[in-house]
């Protein structure tokens, strides 16, 4: 029983395509986030929801958009990828509100060749 | 918003002996810090959390300590095992923040 499911788990692909990456979280939490990590292991977060609406939408390119379906799911589809998109994408669930942990998905290691 | 320093960048460490990683951070108004474990290819997990109303918590070999003069919490590891060496990451929020702040990670080397 994975409590934050991502897929696909590795991505390969040409730049300029459009890909999408999927998360589900079944812990029952109410905020939802996608994190970049790059290749110096820096975590930056890019968008959070809550219920359904967007809270937080970093400085982000807009070839990035997130969608939630549903509070149990958050997708990221990028488009017109490029060579810098290379890198590892987490999502990660928490309960809501200020001092609870995140739990992270496995991550989705992202490669624009 | 929330800026979060962690020192050393890495940290080699003799097995048995114990690792201790600082984070300072910048906003006074921040009162939760949790730390997270990072192994090669995995992902980060909560290791253990700290409240702004204490200044120390432990779990098994793992403790976090909180200055909230100086602004500053560190983890501290004892009798290291290989199986610590990961990276580690902090964080910091407030009360009606919506993010974790992380700062930008310690890489543990524990030498068998």
């Known amino acids: 029983d994975t409590a934050v499911s991502q897929t696909p788990k590795y991505l390969v692909t040409q730049m300029g395509n459009d890909k999408s990456i999927k998360c589900e979280q079944n812990?029952?939490?109410?905020?939802m986030y996608w994190y970049k990590q790059d290749s110096k292991k820096f975590l930056k977060i890019m968008f959070s929801?809550?219920?359904?609406?967007?809270?937080i939408n970093e400085t982000v390119p807009n070839r990035f958009s997130p969608k939630s379906p549903d509070k149990a799911h958050l997708n990221l589809h990028i488009n017109s990828l490029e060579l810098g998109d290379s890198a590892v994408y987490f999502c990660?669930?928490?309960?809501?509100?200020?001092?609870?942990?995140?739990?992270f998905g496995s991550g989705t290691r992202l490669t624009v060749v | 918003g929330e800026n979060v320093e962690q020192h050393p960048s890495t940290l080699s460490v003799q097995e048995g002996d114990s690792a201790v990683i600082k984070c300072t951070y910048s906003?006074?108004?921040?009162?939760?810090f949790p730390w997270y474990k990072q192994e090669l290819g995995k992902r980060p997990q909560l290791i253990i959390d700290?409240?702004?109303?204490?200044g120390e918590k432990k779990d098994q070999r793992i403790a976090v300590t909180l200055n909230k003069t100086a602004k500053h919490f560190s983890l501290h590891i004892t009798e290291t095992q290989p199986e610590d060496s990961a990276v580690y990451f902090c964080?910091?929020?407030?009360?009606?923040?919506?993010?974790?702040?992380f700062g930008k990670g310690n890489q543990v080397v524990v030498i068998p």
């Open positions: 990660a669930s928490s309960r809501e509100g200020w001092d609870y942990g995140y739990t």
């Open positions: 812990l029952g939490h109410d905020t």
């Open positions: 929801y809550n219920n359904k609406e967007l809270i």
């Open positions: 906003d006074s108004a921040s009162n939760y």
């Open positions: 700290i409240r702004s109303n204490v």
């Open positions: 964080a910091a929020t407030y009360y009606g923040n919506n993010r974790l702040a």
